[in-house]
């Protein structure tokens, strides 16, 4: 097993308000932005008061924190059996990720171009793998439709020249999701009606191996299918063929994945310690969760965070748990240092942020050698690495001035090790939330309806009643 700490988690404790004395914040206010904090915390506390809320001041002692730690560590190794947490045995299943190896590899050898359908958690953790991990040269392309503007469909699809070498993923764990099955038609049609072999004559199925309409088109006409086991929810499948089909195809190691996700499933402590500050954050009264992720490949890991977040923990509330989920806000450093902070500072509303900071990102060697502008001479001598480090505390600090506990979440650079870390540490800390709060993070009811709505519409009553919720 692999030690080598891939991340670690550093947070003030007085910052998230864990000490025995709440007054005693360690933080060095000016008057004004602790006149400012002193009233927000009023206002807070009796929103918490109207809502049955604990005054989030003060009230979780160092104590009180360690055994929350305690509950969630003992949840997170409880997810490593349940049976509904496939997820976190996906590392462990050696026949899946050579089944991956060998399709990546059959599929490279004719084609110059993968296209990967899907929607939601049937692409935003290929999307957020690929972006994020350094891809050898000379590997094939890699794009992923999951919208069906049909405008942007159209256009991007007439436009490609090189139909005759794209090899197409069909990806969706229910194999029912219309927006994926339409896109399928439409690429088949568009295929055919352009002189072009059909679809299923170049593509790769990824789903639940169970009868569904998209397993039944594939072995009717003979396309090789991967399996996403039936205990691993959608959001939750990035390290399964998912993510790694697309991975292996553009030329990273899943060995080095599966590796990442390993480790952090040997430390469960730092599983524990996320997750219980989500817990925290969620008593306070927090209404929303920003991830400040300072490095720009990992922008799209911000939309997968993002669902993978609200999907799993914004559900009616429970007994054991009356707080509601946090509205999670993806920002990348320093981009939205000029969009979205400023709402984080002075919108008046409750939040925590999570940082992630990859010292890759800040350890660069070019110094400035000299500077075109008068006023940024200080910058002299320095690297843009220097810039960006110093800008990342910076925010973080004026966020934590204001009132905002921040924890940051560090490695050493953006790899399929970190990556893999990274994705189940973020699968484990939010499914152990949704078990600690009584809810199911496993399931969706909330985006049934609208589905049912639109298979209404579209079907009409002739074609019968609508089909109800689908489980996964
Ligand atoms: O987490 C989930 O289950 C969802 O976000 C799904 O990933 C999304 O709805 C797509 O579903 P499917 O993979 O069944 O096509």
């Known amino acids: 097993m692999d030690s080598r700490p891939y991340w670690e988690l550093e947070f003030e404790p007085s910052a998230w308000k864990l000490g025995a004395d709440a007054s005693a914040t360690g933080h060095n206010l000016g008057e004004s932005s602790a006149k400012r904090s002193t009233s927000k915390s009023a206002s807070r506390s009796s929103a918490s008061d109207e809502r049955g809320l604990k005054d989030h001041a003060g009230i979780f002692s160092e104590s009180d924190f360690a055994a929350e730690v305690e509950a969630c560590r003992e949840l997170a190794a409880s997810l490593l059996t349940r049976p509904e947490s496939g997820f976190a045995r996906l590392p462990q299943k050696e026949n899946l990720w050579t089944a991956i190896d060998l399709r990546a590899r059959e599929v490279a050898r004719n084609t110059t171009h993968m296209v990967v359908v899907g929607m939601g958690g049937s692409s935003l953790g290929g999307q957020a793998l690929l972006s994020s991990c350094p891809r050898p040269a000379g590997r094939g392309q890699v794009s992923f439709l999951d919208n069906i503007d049909a405008d942007h469909f159209w256009s991007w699809l007439r436009s490609r020249l090189d139909l005759g070498s794209t090899h197409w993923v069909i990806i969706s764990k229910s194999g029912n999701t219309i927006e994926t099955l339409a896109l399928a038609d439409q690429i088949d049609q568009h295929l055919r009606a352009s002189g072009h072999r059909r679809l299923s004559t170049n593509a790769t199925v990824i789903s639940e191996t169970r009868d569904n309409p998209l397993t039944h088109w594939a072995r009717r006409e003979g396309v ?112 939205d240092q000029h969009s979205v902070l400023q709402q984080a500072m002075q919108g008046g509303r409750p939040l925590s942020a999570f940082f992630i900071r990859v010292a890759a990102c800040e350890e660069t060697t070019t110094k400035l050698e000299r500077s075109l502008f008068e006023s940024q001479s200080f910058l002299v001598g320095k690297t843009l690495g220097d810039l960006y480090a110093t800008q990342a505390e910076s925010t973080r600090l004026a966020l934590q001035e204001q009132g905002v506990p921040t924890a940051v979440l560090r490695t050493k650079l953006l790899d399929e090790r970190s990556l893999g870390a990274l994705f189940m540490l973020w699968e484990m800390a939010i499914a152990v939330q949704g078990l600690r709060r009584g809810v199911n993070p496993f399931d969706q009811p909330g985006v049934e309806r609208g589905k049912q709505m639109t298979l209404a519409r579209l079907s009409g009553p002739a074609a019968g009643p609508v089909s109800g919720p689908v489980s996964r």
């Open 224 to 335: 090789p299918i991967l399996e996403i086991p039936s205990d691993v929810g959608g959001r939750y499948s990035v390290l399964s063929a998912v993510g790694g089909l697309p991975a292996a195809y553009a030329g990273l190691k899943c060995d080095r994945l599966v590796a990442g996700a390993k480790w952090t499933l040997e430390n469960l402590d730092l599983v524990a310690r996320l997750a219980a500050l989500g817990q925290v954050q969620a008593q306070r009264g927090d209404q929303m969760t920003m991830l400040w992720s300072y490095a720009e490949g990992l922008r799209r890991f911000g939309f997968w965070w993002q669902q993978l977040w609200a999907e799993s923990l914004a559900k009616p509330l429970t007994e054991e748990f009356p707080y509601p989920a946090t509205i999670p806000v993806p920002c990348v450093g320093a981009c």
